[in-house]
T-cell receptor, first 111, second 117 residues
Framework: KQEVTQIPAALSVPEGENLVLNCSFTDSAIYNLQWFRQDPGKGLTSLLL?????REQTSGRLNASLDKSSGRSTLYIAASQPGDSATYLCAVKTGANNLFFGTGTRLTVIP | DVKVTQSSRYLVKRTGEKVFLECVQD?????MFWYRQDPGLGLRLIYFSYDVKMKEKGDIPEGYSVSREKKERFSLILESASTNQTSMYLC????????????????FGSGTRLTVV
C-alpha cells in the first residue's frame, strides 16, 4: 500500500525566509501529486497539481517539484509571509480513485 | 470561481438522528468523494461516486450511506448518528480525465464540522 510521509511535521520560520517542505512516497507508480494547504477548521485548498510526466509546477511564490523515480516531491515557498501559516498536505493519486495523503507539515511564519 | 459547496459549516445532532450532509459542485466533475478527517488519523475515504447513481465504498463506509441522483450533488447520510461520528467531513470532486487525457486533480469543499451529542 502506498505510504506518504512529510518532513518536517512542524516548521517555524521568520517572515521573508525561503523554505522547503518535503513529501516522500513509497510506490512510484502514481498518476499525479497534489499539494494542498489547510487552515485550522477549514477545508483543503489546492495549491499545485503535478502530473506524473511533469517535473515541476509553479504558481506565484510556490514551486513544486516531482522526482517520481526516487519517490519525492518538494514544495518551495519563496519570501514567506504570515499568511502562509497553515498545514500543508501532499497527496498522490495511484488509481482511478485512490488518493493517499501525507501526514502534513504545520508551518508557522513569524512576523 | 469554480467550487465545491458544502451546505453546513457546523452541525450539532443528537445520537440516533438521521443526518444528511450535502455537497454540490459546479465544475461538471464526474467523480465525487466524501472524507472524514480526525486528529492523528488524517483523511479517510468514506464513499466515492464516479457517475450518477453509482457509488463505491471507501476505507470506512460503516455507518454511512450516500446518494447521487444528479451529477452535481453528492449526499452523505448517517442513518443513526453516533458519538464516534463526530468529525470534520470533507467533500471533494475531480474530473475523471482532463482535456489532455490526464487524471484530474481534486477540489475540496470548506468542510462540515459535525458534533454528535
Amino acid at each position: 500500500k502506498q505510504e506518504v510521509t512529510q518532513i518536517p511535521a512542524a516548521l517555524s520560520v521568520p517572515e521573508g525566509e525561503n523554505l522547503v517542505l518535503n513529501c516522500s512516497f513509497t510506490d512510484s507508480a502514481i498518476y499525479n501529486l497534489q499539494w494542498f494547504r489547510q487552515d485550522p477548521g477549514k477545508g483543503l485548498t489546492s495549491l499545485l497539481l503535478i502530473q506524473s510526466s511533469q517535473r515541476e509546477q509553479t504558481s506565484g511564490r510556490l514551486n513544486a517539484s516531482l522526482d517520481k523515480s526516487s519517490g519525492r516531491s518538494t514544495l518551495y515557498i519563496a519570501a514567506s509571509q504570515p499568511g502562509d501559516s497553515a498545514t500543508y498536505l501532499c497527496a498522490v493519486k495511484t488509481g482511478a480513485n485512490n488518493l493517499f495523503f501525507g501526514t502534513g507539515t504545520r508551518l508557522t511564519v513569524i512576523p | 470561481d469554480v467550487k465545491v459547496t458544502q451546505s453546513s459549516r457546523y452541525l450539532v445532532k443528537r445520537t440516533g438522528e438521521k443526518v444528511f450532509l450535502e455537497c454540490v459542485q459546479d465544475m461538471d466533475h464526474e467523480n465525487m468523494f466524501w472524507y472524514r478527517q480526525d486528529p492523528g488519523l488524517g483523511l479517510r475515504l468514506i464513499y466515492f461516486s464516479y457517475d450518477v447513481k453509482m457509488k463505491e465504498k471507501g476505507d470506512i463506509p460503516e455507518g454511512y450511506s450516500v446518494s447521487r441522483e444528479k451529477k452535481e450533488r453528492f449526499s452523505l447520510i448517517l442513518e443513526s448518528a453516533s458519538t464516534n461520528q463526530t468529525s470534520m467531513y470533507l467533500c471533494a470532486s475531480s474530473l475523471r480525465w482532463d482535456t489532455l487525457g490526464r487524471n484530474g486533480g481534486y477540489t475540496f469543499g470548506s468542510g462540515t464540522r459535525l458534533t454528535v451529542v
